[in-house]
């Protein structure tokens, strides 16, 4: 059942999220992840560290972050009300930030002083450095150069933090190959590092971890709306990569079955494989596997070999899915769907010019299906928009992908 990770009973296995999940890996990466299961489940009943990281994230990080009514996108569109979960407003610019600063903290709780990361549109790269310098912690972040290449201002400011960014040029040079050095890595100091996996995937305890570290996302947002509303919203919509923002606005409302949990994939330039990311596409889309340490849905070719991805944006190119929304989409309790490139570049113009905010990419993704849902909804419900992150990093690709040079900048085809 869906609701299985929220109601553990005594036949429920830690780790597994139906038939997903689990712990696929090196026999010499067994004992870390043990060592860390064992320090985490200790980490988890100690009020003082909940204490410490409830704290940091409303000092340092700016927790709780607001539920905002998106009034003039609303009436622009017709239908359902949109809200927005602004997650863009925490430090670094993301949600990155709610998993590295609890994974940190465990880190310097094990007494791990250099820590490995990797990222992809390098906002956990970001967040990763961030802890470290707040927590005096070496930090190495692996990044593919592709990545590297449409996140330059990520890669300076992470070098400006202090940590070192080491490019991967191998496969896509994407995320996908950065998840593999950074294990390579693990794997050959494991003593002495801690691997902060940036989203709700990879091997047991990390999607549980990860999603708990997010969970205040629909804590926060499930109150909020509640006193701004009085009921709960119709549908949440949140962007799926590895899935870490999804499962954080998801959690609270698993057991609501009234209110419909939609996940956005990468949809990229086509449905074949290679053009998108989308995991659970039903033609072209993902089959069940097992990358990187976990089983879930997997995009891979005849022959069962990893395919390559395609997404204008970084954070959501990769191939596999958090094995918790394998459950889900299997379950029926949550929904799937993609978002071409097209039409996530289309929702950072439309949210830019309604609403003055500008999104991640990847968060335009969510955007864009919340522009396509409301219309078609009465005025009495309302949709609730996870926005992952803002998009100032994205400039560079804003500005090769739309025309920005001429003073009333081209507004893509189908824009608002």
């Not at 996108?73 to 359902?80: F, N, V």
């Not at 590297?148 to 994407?174: D, I």
């Not at 100032?392 to 085809?413: C, N, Q, W, Y």
Request: with cysteine; glycine share 12%.
């Amino acid at each position: 059942m869906a609701t299985a990770t929220l109601n553990p009973t005594a036949t429920s296995i830690p780790g597994r999220f139906g038939a997903y999940g689990g712990r696929y890996v090196p026999e010499t990466l067994m004992a870390a992840l043990l060592e860390l299961d064992e320090a985490y489940a200790d980490a988890d009943a100690d009020p003082a560290f909940h204490a410490e990281l409830d704290e940091l994230l409303h000092h340092y990080c700016g927790r709780p972050t607001a539920l905002y009514y998106a009034k003039r996108l609303s009436e622009t569109l017709g239908g359902a009300k949109i809200y927005l979960k602004r997650e863009d407003l925490l430090h670094t610019g993301a949600h990155k930030i709610n998993n590295a600063l609890g994974q940190g903290l465990l880190a310097r709780r094990m007494g791990k002083k250099r820590i490995i990361a990797e990222t992809g549109a390098g906002q956990h790269g970001v967040a990763t450095a961030t802890v470290c310098a707040l927590l005096g912690l070496e930090c190495v972040i692996y990044m593919g150069e592709e990545d590297m290449r449409r996140q330059e201002l990520n890669v300076y400011r992470m070098r400006l933090l202090g940590a070192e960014v080491r490019g991967v040029n191998g496969g896509s040079a994407t995320l996908k190959d950065a998840i593999n050095e950074a294990m390579r890595d693990w794997v050959t100091n494991v003593r002495e590092t801690y691997y902060i996996l940036g989203s709700a995937l990879g091997s047991h305890p990390y999607p549980t971890m990860v999603r708990n570290f997010h969970r205040v996302i629909s804590l926060e947002s499930k109150q909020q709306i509640l006193e701004q509303e009085g009921r709960l919203p119709d549908a949440i919509v949140a962007c799926v990569g590895g899935g870490s923002n999804a499962i954080g606005a998801f959690y609270e409302y698993i057991p609501d079955a009234n209110v419909q949990l939609i996940g956005v994939e990468a949809g990229g330039r086509g449905t074949a494989l290679g053009e998108h990311a989308a995991r659970f596409q039903k033609v072209g889309g993902g089959v069940p596997g097992v990358l990187q340490g976990t089983y879930s849905y997997v995009l891979q070719d005849d022959a069962g070999q990893v395919a390559s991805t395609h997404s204008v944006s970084a954070g959501l190119d990769y191939a596999s899915v958090g094995p918790e929304h394998a459950m889900l989409h299997d379950s029926g309790r949550a929904t799937y769907v993609s978002c071409s490139d097209e039409d996530a570049l289309k929702a950072v113009v439309t949210l830019s010019r309604t609403e003055g905010i500008l999104p991640a990419i990847e968060s335009a993704h969510a955007v864009a299906e919340a522009v396509r849902l409301a219309p078609l909804m009465g005025k009495d419900k309302i949709i609730m928009v996870n926005l992952s992150g803002r998009g100032d990093k994205d400039m560079g690709i804003l500005a090769r992908e739309l025309d920005l040079k001429g003073a009333s900048p081209i507004t893509p085809k189908g824009s608002l």
